[in-house]
DNA sequence: GCGTGCCTGTGATCGGGCTCACAGATTCAC
DNA sequence: GTGAATCTGTGAGCCCGATCACAGGCACGC
């Protein structure tokens, strides 16, 4: 890939934005972009934890990588970073990164990055910021896995992964996400069959819409109040 | 509080370690000590977020506040800290941090936290870090949480809770929290009823004992097989 | 374009954990 | 020291969601 299209896509990250041009560019030149298809992985519990990645298109999903109930933690999209627990120490990774729609992604190593935030104290808040937002959102999730209810599970979490990634038009939000009944289990502890009966009567209770490519909110508000 | 028992706590501080001892001097400034007694609340939902807090000594319980099941977030001890996420940005409290045991905290100033990080990368890299930590452990915790039984659920929560906090002596590991059985089941999403139950068993087969000031894990081994 | 997997839909059955209810045991406040 | 409040222990019954089993439907690869 072209340096000057690597160049771009690190002037458009949310992340580097505190950078000055200089500091882009010397970025630029530590960095390695990947393609990655669907299916592979980026990395395995047990890899070293060198790197961290900056996705710029696809969905990459962080799980526990387990054949059957494999815990999803997160699923990311282009702008986020992952792989970020990198900063901390040398721990080897226990987690599975696994591209979910074929990916453009940026490779940071670890050391580099360092170096760079001694430089710009902006840059180590900004990344502050991101592992703080996480955290808040993780905690929200917490709430969430613990006493609700099954229907309350998949309606919130429907609702959070619109208010990421949705895009809204008048017919309610479309959650461009090709996510199948076994990983919506998966992301909120529940067995596939479960999420089956639940979006079958959100579905017809006129909440949702579903297809294999996609979710459709059809009424954001009542989903809200779903108990 | 005399001041330079302040300092003398600032200077103990694990998140202030990078701090050259001017520094100390002037976050020492900046701060207020406080001492807060078992019972009474820090922060409530609501409450602007300003500041962040250095626990001393005692305990104070994160959670969500409400009467029953009131989920709880995370326990902290002394060389903690919390209320970081106003770190973040001036959206308001969302949790209720509540004292558990007496403590004598430290409240720092998010603008002026905010300037320090300017001057010192090292200080803003220390913060990554443990957001970093709070990050990584909540990950486990819903690992946990997802698809475990009861009994592995409390299992491997009194693990963590010795692995932070434990005291290790020739028995085992002391827990020295006051924690019943109702909150032990908000941390862990279960009715008090199916804790005392699981805990009943633990007991039986000689893996922990149980009082009402402390909880021992006899056998750490065994209990970490639990499934 | 056709077959072979993967995904969805649905029923029967089972069981873990919740709810409700109350009795004894500690601890705490005064 | 005594009463009130809180915490622990335990049983009966129920219900949500897991498990198992299988039938269609799509979609993608060759």
Known sequence: MAAHT???????????????DVQKRSVEKMT???????GQRIYLPGDPSDQIFLLKTGVVKISTGGAEQDTILALLYPG?????LAMLDESPRDHVAEVVEDTVLCA??????????QQSPALGYQITKLMG???????????ELLFKSA???????????????????????LIPIRLNQGD??????????????VLQDLKQRGLVETSRQNIRLKS????????
Chains 1, 2 share one sequence.
Do not use: S
């Open 6 to 20: 690597k160049l771009w896509y690190l002037q458009h990250f949310r992340l580097l934005e505190a950078l000055t």
């Open 220 to 227: 954001p508000e009542l989903l809200r109040t779903v108990v």
């Open 108 to 117: 940071l190593n670890r050391d580099m990055l360092l170096q760079m935030i």
């Open 133 to 143: 937002l996480r955290l808040r959102r993780l905690r929200t999730r917490v709430e």
């Open 151 to 173: 229907h309350a599970r998949i309606a919130h979490t429907l609702l959070d992964l619109a208010a990421d990634y949705g895009v809204k038009d008048d017919d309610g939000v």
């Open 184 to 197: 919506l289990g998966n992301l909120v502890g529940l067995a596939r069959e479960t999420v089956n009966i």
């Open 80 to 84: 986020d970073i992952f792989g970020e």
């Open 32 to 38: 390695r972009m990947l393609e990655v298809k669907r």
